[in-house]
């Protein structure tokens, strides 16, 4: 266990401010090379917002709506401040001092193409009376592609790899078991890796939270560009809207991230850009 300290708190922030450069200028790159159904459109550009935490921090909500990407979000934020006594209980390291300290991306974009997945992608440090890093990312395919699913898990544990031969297998296990519908007894989607309370070393545990982070940079584009010029069908489109709703009851039901931003008074228009802009659920059949 170790606490981090102001310089490295800084690093982090800096590193996740980074990476939010790098994916909007990859992913408005994509919406100019386009060349499929919408291409008519104007390319998309993002729209940056930043906004104030009243307890302490706050954070810059990157949204872009365009050709490519139907609606895409890259958030920052970096909050400090206090747990509620009954969230404090729930977050290691806070039940006894509920002081903490948090910064981290998140990315979800959804594609106006079925046969582009729908993608997530979050990093974050934390600290309380101890320090750790924790994030991960999946696919979410309308449209199930195994080449797309082998292009995602190889790079992945890849990189997983490079730190630790037992990471991809845990923490894939860990993203299987954690974006799961119980309620439907289904996977939100092909799942990826999911990882949290990493607090052996900052060093080591900073540079994987960095390698996955350019792992997801350069390997989601890739899955982008095997398909984005794609002509689709209506039935295709609708069967995107109707997948698009599990995504939306296991944000709601069940993700930790929302649950967070929202106890620890988030702004609430960040922590629900994770939501689709169109979604269907069809009518039951009696």
Same mark, same amino acid.
């Given at each position: 266990?170790?606490?981090?300290?102001?310089?490295?708190? !800084? *690093?982090?922030?800096?590193?996740?401010?980074?990476?939010?450069?790098?994916?909007? &200028?990859?992913? !408005?790159?994509?919406? %100019?090379?386009? %060349?499929?159904?919408?291409?008519?459109?104007?390319?998309?550009?993002?729209?940056?917002?930043?906004?104030?935490?009243?307890?302490?921090?706050?954070?810059?909500? @990157?949204?872009? *709506?365009?050709?490519?990407?139907?609606?895409?979000?890259?958030?920052?934020?970096?909050?400090?401040?206090?747990? @509620?006594? *009954?969230? =404090?209980?729930? $977050?290691?390291?806070?039940?006894?001092?509920?002081?903490?300290?948090? =910064?981290?991306?998140?990315?979800?974009?959804?594609?106006?193409?079925?046969?582009?997945?729908?993608?997530?992608?979050?990093?974050?440090?934390?600290?309380t009376t101890k320090s750790w890093f924790g994030g991960g990312t999946d696919l979410t395919p309308m $449209?199930?592609?195994?080449?797309?699913?082998?292009?995602?898990?190889?790079?992945?544990?890849v990189a997983c790899n490079q730190h630790d031969p037992a990471y991809y297998p845990r923490f894939k296990?860990?993203?299987?078991?954690?974006?799961?519908?119980?309620?439907?007894? %289904? &996977?939100?989607?092909?799942?990826? $890796?999911?990882?949290?309370?990493?607090?052996? @070393?900052?060093? @080591?545990?900073?540079?994987?939270?960095?390698?996955?982070?350019?792992?997801?940079?350069?390997?989601?584009?890739?899955?982008?560009?095997?398909?984005?010029?794609?002509?689709?069908?209506?039935e295709e489109r609708e069967l995107q809207l109707v997948k698009r709703g599990r995504y939306v009851e296991?944000?709601?039901?069940?993700?930790?991230?929302?649950?967070?931003?929202?106890?620890?008074?988030?702004?609430? *228009?960040?922590?629900?850009? =994770?939501?689709?802009?169109?979604?269907?659920?069809? &009518?039951?059949?009696?």
């Amino acid at each position: 266990m170790y606490i981090s300290t102001d310089q490295q708190k !800084e *690093e982090a922030t800096d590193w996740f401010t980074s990476l939010r450069d790098q994916i909007c &200028a990859t992913f !408005e790159k994509l919406e %100019e090379d386009y %060349e499929g159904p919408k291409k008519s459109m104007p390319p998309g550009k993002f729209n940056k917002k930043g906004w104030r935490r009243d307890g302490g921090g706050g954070g810059v909500m @990157s949204i872009m *709506e365009g050709r490519l990407f139907e609606k895409v979000g890259v958030n920052v934020s970096t909050v400090m401040g206090i747990f @509620s006594k *009954e969230f =404090s209980k729930e $977050i290691a390291g806070a039940e006894d001092d509920p002081r903490f300290w948090a =910064s981290g991306i998140s990315i979800v974009a959804h594609m106006w193409s079925p046969h582009v997945p729908a993608v997530h992608m979050n990093t974050r440090h934390v600290t309380t009376t101890k320090s750790w890093f924790g994030g991960g990312t999946d696919l979410t395919p309308m $449209i199930p592609n195994e080449g797309d699913t082998n292009v995602f898990h190889t790079a992945l544990e890849v990189a997983c790899n490079q730190h630790d031969p037992a990471y991809y297998p845990r923490f894939k296990k860990w993203c299987d078991e954690y974006f799961y519908l119980a309620h439907r007894d %289904e &996977a939100r989607g092909i799942g990826g $890796i999911f990882y949290d309370q990493l607090g052996d @070393s900052f060093d @080591s545990d900073f540079q994987f939270t960095k390698d996955i982070g350019l792992t997801f940079k350069k390997v989601f584009p890739q899955i982008v560009r095997r398909h984005m010029n794609n002509s689709w069908t209506d039935e295709e489109r609708e069967l995107q809207l109707v997948k698009r709703g599990r995504y939306v009851e296991f944000n709601l039901l069940h993700d930790r991230g929302t649950l967070f931003g929202l106890k620890t008074g988030g702004n609430v *228009e960040a922590i629900l850009m =994770s939501l689709p802009p169109q979604v269907a659920w069809p &009518a039951p059949k009696l």
